[in-house]
């Protein structure tokens, strides 16, 4: 692999003539002036090398060389890290570095390459700590430079609108402000390395079946006051170099060419600087893309492109036609520039070199402890202390701990050691993460004898469990990009769960998931722990917990439904159907996603949003909530009442006194939430947060703003969106403000 790097230049950066010369070289000028100066020094083919990215290059040697030269296939080839998602070449003249494009939200995804894989975006986000993505942001940054990477295409924020959707453990939480700040800090944390991150996919793309053809229908009241406002609140805290846009219609237009939400919202109202990169495959136009809002088409030829929209011959005849202007092109340019300045990628190029991958596992371990959810605990069966023998059942336990499907697929340092995986018809392999729960269980009880059964037997599996003082039985959905799934789980799962339960009355259930499920056994085990897709040292993070060495402190970023029947919508459309089937969804529920809906709804979930049981107690008290001319600001203090040090978090949410009456979608919104490592018998330091105003308010699009209707409401304070005893009563003014950012 040859190293992506720039010509060594930084060494003569402050002398005035070059300044002069090349004035984006000068590292005292403004990004947006580097940007913009480098740009004014551009040709028109240079500009055009910006916009125009690939793919893998022996696909690409098959293109006909009018559309991509015979040397930019040879540069391509010489340079591109092989395997990788995407190159756009360097411009040597003016000493602007190549792109070098990595996938994705959980580590370096190189095809042919081991990485270190962090749990998954849904299992960081059930931290309810924005300083763990944060830190995993910073590893995988890390890696990805000392693999020749500059750009990484992480930083997923859609909402688990559709539960079963196969791409919700990329993402992070059902709730604008949980997903906003958890997704920011992963970009923050890239981006703290000198490198591009990626905001994605926008938006209001939440299902993979029929994801390439899907027309989906939503009011701009309802998108603002959801998806998109979990997009803006990521955008407003990190700041990503770029904004990758997404398959699926959006009311009728292309997310790639849809001018509402990639020029008037993105870039107009929220005075976005960076660029708008196409997901692989999802452009359908040349005038139309560029005109409304997309910066830069990524990936060709992979992905059914069918043409090369951007290639320098098609986008110069757009040009020559007056279709698209010149002054077009020069932004296009100069926002895939601005972040490669104002990110340090720039000024420090990536450069190939060794990895510490036991210091970078350590810390994908320790946001698996941060993150994995205590769901039940009846009998206070958990942590094991002072068994003599455990059954091991199912999940490969043995070997390893599962990990989602498709571009986040991360191959681990040590393989994947269960390559034979169901299900077979997955176009990667199904991976699994080399920690076996069973082989970190021993070390952590070496007292104890731990047998293991695969569950494929169940009757072997009951025999075990019998004979053994407590039966640990692990379960599995897969789940990946480019399908959907159900919330039953496949195979005799629920049977072995059943079984064993009837078997052994300590029975634990640890779930590996890509989201919910439903557990028609819940209420037959005494303790159920969710480690979601727990990363490179699951297993390591699973045994110490269940050992007691860990207090469990995540809490659901998502709700678990009891039933399909509680789901917004029966059937997805276009599910288990060939792909390239037009369809097309209406959410009518609009922003009442998740916990809002069972609110509306009246439906009790199976296991609430922001639920998360720990080892102690904790107890909120000091609540304190007060206006100050129409700033709400919210405090509270956390107190452990156990036995055992812990995290716990606090939750606040606002109800309105009439939710309608206020023209909110339900009765309440999460607003504030704070997370604290307490001794027993102590209190975390008292804390306070303002409350963002628009999570308070209602979008008005009749004239772009925002608006607080005046009134009561109550703001409550608790540990889940359940479990909220303490209310204090405020009084909002009417407020209104423009949407459009300042």
């Not at 688990?160 to 920011?184: I, Q, T």
Request: aromatic share 8%; proline share 7%.
């Amino acid at each position: 692999m040859k190293p992506i790097t720039i010509v060594t230049m930084l060494a003569f950066v402050s002398s005035p003539a070059l300044a002069q010369s090349q004035p984006w070289l000068d590292t005292s000028k403004s990004p947006e002036e580097r940007a913009k100066a480098a740009v004014a020094a551009m040709t028109i083919d240079e500009k055009l090398t910006l916009i125009f990215g690939f793919t893998d290059a022996d696909d690409l040697a098959k293109q006909a060389d009018d559309i991509v030269p015979a040397a930019v296939k040879a540069v391509v080839k010489a340079n591109q890290v092989p395997g990788s998602s995407g190159f756009v070449p360097a411009i040597p003249r003016l000493k602007i570095p190549a792109q070098a494009q990595t996938d994705a939200s959980l580590g370096v995804r190189v095809e042919g390459m081991q990485r270190t894989a962090l749990p998954s975006s849904l299992a960081t986000a059930a931290s309810f700590d924005p300083t763990v993505p944060e830190a995993g942001g910073r590893m995988i940054a890390s890696e990805a430079r000392l693999t020749g990477f500059n750009t990484f295409l992480a930083g997923g924020a859609n909402l688990a609108r559709e539960p079963r959707s196969g791409r919700n453990f990329e993402y992070v939480g059902e709730d604008p402000w949980l997903a906003g700040k958890m997704a920011a800090g992963l970009i923050n944390g890239i981006q703290s390395q000198h490198m591009v991150s990626t905001l994605k996919h926008f938006a209001v793309n939440d299902q993979e079946s029929q994801r390439h053809s899907l027309d989906v229908t939503i009011s701009p009241e309802a998108m603002h006051q959801s998806d998109l406002l979990a997009f803006e609140f990521a955008y407003e805290q990190s700041s990503p170099g770029s904004v990758m846009c997404s398959y699926n219609l959006i009311n009728g237009r292309w997310g790639c060419e849809n001018e509402y939400l990639l020029q008037k919202t993105l870039k107009q109202d929220w005075g976005y600087k960076g660029y708008v990169m196409a997901d692989w495959g999802a452009v359908h136009s040349t005038a139309d893309a560029a005109n409304y809002g997309l910066d830069q088409f990524t990936g060709f030829p992979c992905c059914g492109d069918r043409k090369p929209w951007f290639a320098p011959k098609v986008f110069k005849a757009a040009i020559d036609k007056g279709e698209i202007s010149m002054t077009r092109l020069d932004d296009m340019a100069t926002r895939i520039l601005w972040p490669l300045f104002s990110t340090g990628a720039f000024d420090d190029p990536a450069k190939a070199g060794p990895i510490d991958f036991r210091s970078n596992a350590a810390v994908a371990q320790k946001a698996a402890e941060d993150s994995l959810v205590l769901l039940k605990n009846d009998g206070n069966l958990l942590p094991l202390v002072g068994v003599k023998s455990v059954a091991m059942i199912g999940g490969h336990a043995d070997k390893g701990v599962l990990a989602g499907g498709g571009s986040s697929a991360v191959m681990p340092v040590g393989g994947n050691p269960v390559p034979e995986a169901d299900p077979k018809v997955w176009p990667d392999p199904v991976i699994y993460m080399p920690s076996s729960p069973m082989a970190a269980l021993k070390t952590e009880l070496p007292k104890a004898k731990v047998s293991y059964s695969s569950g494929n037997d169940i009757a072997a599996a009951v025999a075990l469990a019998k004979s053994s003082d407590v039966a640990i039985v692990f379960v599995t959905q897969f789940m990946g990009e480019g399908m959907d799934s159900t919330l039953e789980l496949k195979g005799d799962q629920d049977a072995l769960v059943a079984a064993v339960a009837a078997a052994n009355p300590k029975t634990i259930v640890v779930i590996e998931s890509g989201g919910a499920i439903l557990m028609p056994w819940k209420d037959s085990v005494p303790a159920i722990l969710e480690a979601f897709y727990p990363g490179i040292r699951g297993g390591h993070a699973i045994a110490r917990i269940l050992s007691g060495k860990v207090n469990p402190s995540g809490h659901l970023p998502i709700s678990f439904p009891a039933s399909d029947a509680h789901l917004a919508h029966a059937d997805i459309p276009g599910f288990d159907q060939p792909d390239g089937k037009a369809v097309h969804v209406t959410y009518d529920e609009g922003a009442t996603i998740g916990y809002k809906w069972y609110d509306v709804k009246g439906f009790k979930p199976l296991f609430a949003f922001g639920h998360g049981l720990s080892y102690t107690t904790f107890a909120v008290s000091d609540t304190k909530a007060t206006v100050d001319n129409g700033a709400l600001s919210v405090g509270a203090t956390l107190r452990n009442t156990g036995k055992v040090p812990g995290k716990g978090v606090v939750q606040i949410y606002v109800a309105p006194d009439d939710y309608k009456a206020a023209g909110w979608e339900a009765p309440k919104r999460l607003v504030a939430f704070h997370k604290d490592l307490v001794a027993p018998g102590s209190a975390a330091a008292a804390f306070a947060q303002k409350v963002d105003p628009r999570l308070l308010a209602t979008y008005e699009v009749a004239d772009n703003s925002w608006r607080v209707k005046a009134g009561t409401y109550h703001v409550l304070f608790g540990q889940a969106s359940d479990d909220l005893p303490i209310s204090v009563d405020i009084t909002l003014p009417d407020m209104i403000w423009s949407a459009v950012h300042n």
